[in-house]
């Protein structure tokens, strides 16, 4: 198996558009790294560069110990599963995944054993006869990621395989993907938009926005410590509120305010917030920290005071849409206990947890604390 490392790529179109900028990313040996951000962002790009389905415009993409700029993708000894499963509709589901190894000259006989090995992980083997147009939408994904398991290639492409399902295949088809990384013990790239395929999926997480990576680190420490307001935006569901306000001072203490909260700074921020006080700061909170019943202050201390405009049940937890207004103006969202008699229309004081919240510089967007 190998790792892939990307050094300075940058892929610029006529222009001078930069879809990817500089980008530079160690993927380890056996690890399963998610490239995430909204559409436009450039992963989808990065990942092509890498599988040699387009130019890089200047950097070095390694394969292992091997620099495969000028390579063709056919000897970069990867693999890639798309998003609209790209079968072949005239033929079976055995002759689909047996495709490639046929066209490289391999044995019959080891054709075989890989396909119907590779069906079995997948739990297509009663399909193997079948044309893709008699399977349902799981059982193509998985016919099209059974056709690059059989190559065993140094590793594994994924762009976006999982959009075209419903959610509840989505759900199933994520922890199966997740479940062959760890049977194969390959090195894995995967694409998505979908925040919670990455959280869930990734040993690492590659966030992108404007064909620039702003953090790349595990899943839990990008929920807890965001690096500027997009990726506090981007990760999470719902995603961290980020309010607008004024730092102020209140004798010995600095006390954030705008026109719903009125928050003490704790102790630990101080220092960090000394340089901002008379003027705007950004502070951002996770929904699960705003009406947390153990973060209980005395009435319209260290709370979010708002009227509910929204409620949605979610089964085990609700969540609660605020006429508090964000920096990106949507509503605030307060995700809480599911019990939690609340009305829509009514004035709610609630009180706030500072464990996973943050301040933001305004300018920069970039964390302060």
């Known amino acids: 198996m190998a790792g ?3 050094k300075d790529v940058c892929k610029v179109y006529d222009g001078g558009v930069y879809a990817v900028n500089r980008v530079n990313l160690e993927i380890r040996d056996r690890e399963l790294m998610v490239l995430v951000g909204p559409s436009g962002c450039g992963k989808s790009t990065t990942l092509r560069m890498v599988a040699g389905l387009e130019e890089i415009s200047s950097g070095t993409i390694s394969i292992g110990s091997r620099v495969v700029n000028n390579v063709p993708p056919k000897d970069r000894d990867i693999a890639m599963v798309f998003q609209n499963y790209a079968l072949y509709p005239h033929k079976t589901v055995y002759e689909n995944m ?3 190894l046929r066209l490289r000259r391999f044995p019959k006989a080891d054709i075989d054993r890989r396909v119907r090995s590779a069906a079995a992980v997948l739990g297509i083997s009663e399909c193997l006869d079948r044309k893709p147009k008699a399977l349902s939408g799981g059982q193509r994904q998985r016919v099209a990621v ?3 398991i059989v190559r065993k290639p140094e590793v594994f492409l994924f762009d976006e395989p999982l959009s075209n399902l419903d959610a ?25 938009h979908d925040q919670t395929e990455a959280m869930t999926m990734g040993d690492r997480i590659c966030v992108m926005k404007d064909g620039v990576i702003q953090q790349v680190d595990t899943p839990l420490n990008i929920y807890d410590r965001p690096v500027n307001t997009f990726v506090a935006g981007f990760i999470g569901t719902p995603p961290m509120n980020i309010f607008r306000g004024v730092i102020q001072r209140k004798g010995s203490q600095l006390v954030f305010r705008n026109s719903n909260i009125s928050v003490t700074v704790p102790e630990g921020w101080k220092e960090a917030a000394q340089k901002y006080a008379e003027r705007e700061i950004l502070f951002g909170i996770r929904p699960e920290d705003i009406g947390a019943e153990e973060a209980v202050h005395p ?3 260290q709370c979010l005071m708002a009227k509910v405009e929204v409620i ?14 964000t920096e990106n103006g949507a509503s605030c969202i307060a995700r809480v206990d599911a019990h939690k008699q609340v009305k829509v229309g009514e004035m ?18 970039g964390i302060l604390v």
């Open 4 to 6: 892939v490392v990307l």
């Open 98 to 100: 047996a495709f490639g």
């Open 146 to 148: 059974g056709r690059a």
């Open 168 to 192: 509840k295949m989505r759900v199933q088809m994520r922890t199966e993907i997740s479940k062959l990384h760890t049977r194969l013990e390959t090195t894995m790239i995967y694409v998505t």
């Open 299 to 301: 009435e319209g201390e």
């Open 312 to 325: 949605e049940p979610m089964g085990a937890e609700t969540y609660l849409y605020l006429d508090a207004v």
């Open 348 to 365: 709610l004081s609630l009180p706030l947890r500072f464990d996973n919240a943050h301040l933001f510089d305004p300018e920069s967007t």
